[in-house]
């Protein structure tokens, strides 16, 4: 990894940068196919990473124009997260120690427990990149059934036709490098790596959690019910806080890779590690709650911190070596 900048001044350079570019139930699954998760090869990680360039801005090594990110800084004061739109992101845009290319190239997210949140109601902090289908195109508006996000295929004709997309995939092959290790058990090492937001909640969260006396890393998801609680499916080891360490668990700095699909209102999330066989779990949500006229979807990667206490200095950091959405 390149050397990090010290705390104490990161927030002086995150200021310049950004003030010059913008003046919740129980575990269910299905069995049977799993449709084009199917094609997966086992134990054989996602994206082709000879091109990565440890000299090139993120933006360089992997295309970001269909992204945005959120940084855990709030610079101009206005109570919420710093925002990097798609063109800055997409051209040279990096701040360390937040977001940044590592020594081999790959795109590093980094976020410390306590930092500025997207809105009064969230508890966390984030440094991590939202889907933009609109690439750019600033006439189209990023909320709402635009060309901007997607709907699932039991949406009604009229919002299918208005969106971006309908339904599909997103992949990442990604290593974390380090989990949250102070503050209350039950926070302690977890981190969100990739999500389907919707309107207001999540058809999926992705987690990985390491706790402190563990080797390894369990990886687990939730699936929101709109307006309802979680339905939480465990892929290696759960949730748990007292957990101990988990059978064919995940260390810190192993790369591995997850694919999420969703095709003909079913998810699918399938968990892929080098020379294992691939893991896939998939829940309906025919009955979830999202083929509303409001309801809308969007991806989401990097680190979504589930910790917002501990130490001072305390953070989480993930490296992407690749990351690609297909609709």
Not at 87 to 101: A, D, G, H, I, K
Not at 230 to 258: C, K
Request: glycine fraction near 10%; charged fraction near 20%; charge should be neutral.
């Amino acid at each position: 990894m390149k050397a990090m900048i010290p705390y104490a001044i990161r927030f002086v350079l995150i200021a310049t940068i950004l003030y010059a570019l913008n003046s919740k139930g129980g575990e269910q699954t299905l069995p049977g196919p799993v449709s084009s998760q199917q094609g997966l090869a086992d134990g054989v990680l996602l994206g082709n990473f000879g091109s990565l360039s440890p000299d090139k801005a993120p933006g360089e090594n992997f295309d970001l124009l269909g992204w945005s990110l959120t940084l855990p800084t709030d610079v101009n004061k206005d109570g919420k997260a710093d925002l990097v739109y798609e063109q800055s992101l997409s051209e040279q845009f990096e701040v360390n120690p937040l977001f940044y290319t590592s020594s081999d190239g790959g795109m590093v997210f980094a976020c410390p427990n306590v930092g500025a949140k997207t809105s009064k109601n969230t508890k966390y902090a984030r440094t991590e990149l939202r889907q933009m289908l609109r690439r750019g195109n600033t006439r189209i508006k990023t909320q709402g059934v635009t060309e901007n996000n997607w709907v699932f295929s039991g949406a009604h004709s009229s919002l299918r036709r208005e969106a971006g997309a309908v339904e599909g995939s997103l992949e990442a092959t990604l290593a974390v490098n380090r989990v949250s290790v102070t503050g209350d058990e039950k926070k302690i090492g977890r981190v969100i790596i990739g999500q389907i937001h919707a309107t207001n909640d999540e058809p999926v969260r992705l987690y990985y959690r390491k706790l402190p006396g563990n080797e390894r890393g369990s990886v687990y998801f939730a699936h929101e019910i709109n307006g309802g609680d979680d339905v939480w499916v465990n892929m290696i080891g759960s949730r748990s806080h007292t957990l101990p360490d988990p059978e064919e668990g995940i260390a810190l700095n192993e790369p591995f890779s997850y694919k999420i699909t969703v095709e003909n209102n079913v998810l699918h999330v399938t968990l892929i590690r080098a020379g294992k066989v691939n893991i896939t779990k998939s829940y309906d949500m025919t009955a979830s709650g999202y083929f509303g006229g409001d309801q809308y979807m969007y991806f989401k990667a990097g680190v979504y911190n589930q910790n917002n206490g501990g130490e001072k200095g305390d953070y989480v950091q993930a490296t992407f070596y690749h990351l690609h959405y297909i609709h």
